[in-house]
Every structure is written in C-alpha cells, then in structure tokens.
C-alpha cells in the first residue's frame, strides 16, 4: 500500500474517484435489489398467497430491505458511525423488549 504522504494529488484524485465509482456501483445495486424486493412482496399480495407463507416472507424482505438501507445509504458501513450504530441498535432492542413484554402481559 502507497502511503498517503508519497501519493500526489492526482493520485489522490483517482484513489477517490474509484472509491466513489464503486460505492455508487453498490448503491445502485442495493436500489435495484429493493425495487425487485418490492414487486416480489407486492406480487405475492396480488396472487394472495396463503398468510402462513406471506407473512414471514414479506417480514423477511422488509428487514433486508432495512439493513440495505442503513448499510448503504445510511453509511453505516463507514468509520465514525459506531455512536449512532449503538444508539440505533440499542433502541430496536428497547423496542423488541417493549413489544415482546406486552405480548407477554396481553397473551399471558
């Protein structure tokens, strides 16, 4: 690896645009894999596929589809978001809590 105190300025330009060629390369490529996630659960609501398989099929895409979301165009594959990832991953677990302990108190 060439260190970043040798490189030139033009390296440095090209170093950065390939980064930004491929990060918008994924980025297209997790837009189209959400379109396509979307038509399929759209499409297994039109042809009314029994709930027993709809349901955990369209839960499933919609939590791909969120963690697409997040890794790429929320950049949270990037350095410096580790506070925020905790927050966020600490407040889906406040949340999973709260809704599993009043489907406890309503079921129980």
């Given amino acids: 690896m060439v260190d970043n105190q040798s490189q030139t300025p033009q390296q440095k330009v090209e170093f950065e645009r390939k980064q930004h060629k491929e990060e918008m390369k994924q980025q297209v490529i997790s837009f189209a894999l959400m379109i ?5 659960a759209f499409g297994m609501v039109l042809l009314d596929i029994g709930s027993v398989f709809l349901v955990p099929t ?25 506070m925020v990832a905790v927050m966020m991953y600490g407040g889906l677990a406040v949340a999973i809590l709260t809704i599993i302990a009043f489907t406890t108190i309503i079921w129980w």
Wanted: proline residues 0%; without cysteine.
């Fill in 58 to 82: 369209l839960l499933l895409l919609a939590v791909v589809q969120v963690l697409f979301q997040l890794y790429y165009f929320m950049h949270m594959k990037n350095k410096g978001h580790d």
């Fill in 36 to 40: 396509l996630f979307t038509f399929i």
